[in-house]
């Protein structure tokens, strides 16, 4: 079961440059996934990107952990690429 990571992790702030990257991967990947037959893993991931998306939207860079997210996207993206 794939774990969701819509709450933030306050390690480190992100800057509003990483912040708006951190958009454009959770996009990407929303997009990658839309390509895919529906299943309930990429049911659960997709849910998972959308919260994320949403609180990214939602909230200031700061509270975002740019180096701690990012690779957690790029996961579900190239898992489904």
Do not use: H, W
Not at 3 to 21: G, H, Q, S
Not at 36 to 58: R, V
Request: aromatic letters at 10%.
């Amino acid at each position: 079961m794939t774990r969701c990571f819509a709450e933030p992790i306050i390690n480190r702030m992100a800057t509003l440059m990483e912040k708006d990257v951190l958009l454009e991967l959770t996009t990407g990947a929303m997009a990658v996934l839309s390509r895919q037959t529906p299943s309930e893993t990429i049911n659960q991931e997709n849910k998972c990107l959308y919260n994320y998306y949403d609180a990214l939207i939602s909230n200031p860079p700061e509270i975002f952990d740019f180096k701690n997210m990012a690779p957690k996207i790029k996961e579900i993206y190239s898992k489904y690429e």
